[in-house]
């Protein structure tokens, strides 16, 4: 089989990886993936590549597995989202590589997978790469030759641009350092918030030392070894995906760990994929989960990585749920601030951000914008690029509340 056809292969069910999309930031489309994780937008047109029409471009380049990402930063780069081997020796109940499932499989060498990559960035098809492999042979091997092929790639063939590469699960200490000198993003995937929704989910994987303990490592490694030896001199930044309302967990339990995992091992991104059933696995007539659990469940996570807040602020149902028909922060507020507005001229950055419709950029032009003038009414706020539509209930503007129309909230 040639390096096209494995990753064309490879690309059906490779976007089920979450890897740098703009996700949960925007409401839920219809576009999940039949397998519940990523959008899944991979046609086969392979041979249209080779007419290579501008027209055609998206659609070749997405066949092979090729996407928009948007890197830490902001810019966003044409990502080869691969596989080195589709074949898995688990069988995670969710999954479509799960060992057993009659689908026809694809495997690259290290040595060739390098050398595919290398192509497609030279030609400008693609420009960077997220790996991740099924496990065959062991934890341990299968993460040896995903390095490998980092290896070459950046000291063979002298590749600089962006990796992510997978940490699978059981890999070792060292392995996970190794990673982390080759990659600008590092991920393992939890898949479940703890030890016991994991063994209904992927009943071989075992959450605290297969999972948990190498994001540990990562961050016990980025907070106890030099910048220096990290890919170009910086460590890699650390991500982590959930599988969301396949075998009952919580919106508590799926934020508890993903609190504990933003405060305390520093995570740029936990990613949750709302579950839909694939074909011909144990979970295959469970019900999909609605995609605005998993809209909430981002906007929470963001709430915890840059707001400020904590787990206790958020909006949850006895059951433990967050309500899918209102933003989080403006539950809170709701609850907080009707009562007590913020004064925008006077609350410090904590407060503010605390805000509906203002976010961190929104915070400090705000701070900047006191310095020298007095906010009093709401076309001041816009100006600074607030959403006062959100904002204008929970605010005083020179001790006033701004007039706001019911129909706002
Ligand atoms: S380890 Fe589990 S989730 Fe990963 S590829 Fe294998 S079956 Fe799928």
């Known amino acids: 089989m040639d390096a096209k056809t494995k990753l064309e292969l490879l690309a059906d069910n490779a976007a089920f990886e979450s890897a740098e999309e703009k996700r949960g930031e925007a409401p839920p489309s219809n576009s999940a993936a039949a397998c519940g994780h990523s959008p899944l937008e991979l046609k086969r047109a392979y041979e249209q590549i080779q ?10 380049k997405n066949s092979l597995g090729i996407h928009h990402a948007q890197m830490p930063g ?46 497609l960035q030279r030609s400008h098809i693609a ?35 962006y990796v992510h590469l997978k940490i699978m699960p059981g890999s070792e200490r060292d392995q996970v350092q190794r990673a982390m000198q080759l ?20 009943p071989h994987k075992v959450f605290l030392e297969e999972l948990l303990r190498p994001l540990q490592w990562a961050e016990e490694i980025r907070k106890t070894q030099p910048a220096h030896l990290g890919w170009q001199g910086k460590w ?38 709302a579950f ?29 990585r840059d707001y400020g807040f904590d787990l206790e602020d958020m909006p949850f149902t006895q059951a433990g749920f ?48 006191r310095r020298t003038s007095i906010l009093r009414e709401l076309k001041d706020l816009k100006a600074l690029g607030v959403i006062v539509a959100r904002a204008a209930p929970f605010v005083l503007l020179n001790g006033q509340r701004p007039s706001w129309q019911l129909s706002l909230w």
Not at 152 to 160: A, G, H, S, T
Not at 186 to 192: P, V
């Open 322 to 369: 967050l309500p899918l028909d209102v933003d989080p922060k403006i539950a809170w507020a709701r609850q907080n601030l009707v009562e007590t507005p913020i004064e925008l001229n006077r609350a410090d950055r904590r407060e503010l951000l605390r805000v509906p419709g203002i976010g961190p950029k929104g915070v400090e032009a705000i701070l900047v914008a």
């Open 127 to 161: 420009e960077g790469l997220f790996l991740s492999s099924g496990v065959a042979g062991g934890g341990v091997r299968t993460q040896d030759r995903l390095i490998d092929s980092i290896d070459i790639l950046r000291n063979k063939l002298n590749y600089r641009g």
């Open 51 to 60: 007419a290579g029409s501008a027209s055609t471009l998206e659609t070749k």
């Open 276 to 304: 839909n059933p694939v074909r011909d696995t144990p979970l295959e007539n469970h019900t999909p989960e609605n995609p605005w659990r998993e809209h909430r469940l981002y906007q929470s996570s963001f709430l915890l």
């Open 236 to 273: 890699p930044s650390l991500t982590t995906q959930f599988v969301v309302g396949a075998v009952g967990e919580n919106d508590l339990e799926i934020l508890s760990t993903t609190a504990y995992l933003i405060k305390k091992l520093r995570l740029a991104r936990t990613y949750f994929s």
């Open 74 to 119: 902001g810019k966003t780069i044409a990502l080869l989202k691969t596989m080195l081997t589709s074949a898995c020796e688990r069988d995670c109940y969710y999954c479509p590589f799960r060992a057993g499932r009659d689908y026809r499989r694809a495997t690259f060498k290290p040595e060739e997978m390098a050398k595919t990559f290398n192509e």
């Open 183 to 202: 990659s600008d993003r590092i991920s393992i995937n939890l898949e479940a918030p703890n030890t016991r929704r994991l063994a209904d989910l992927a």
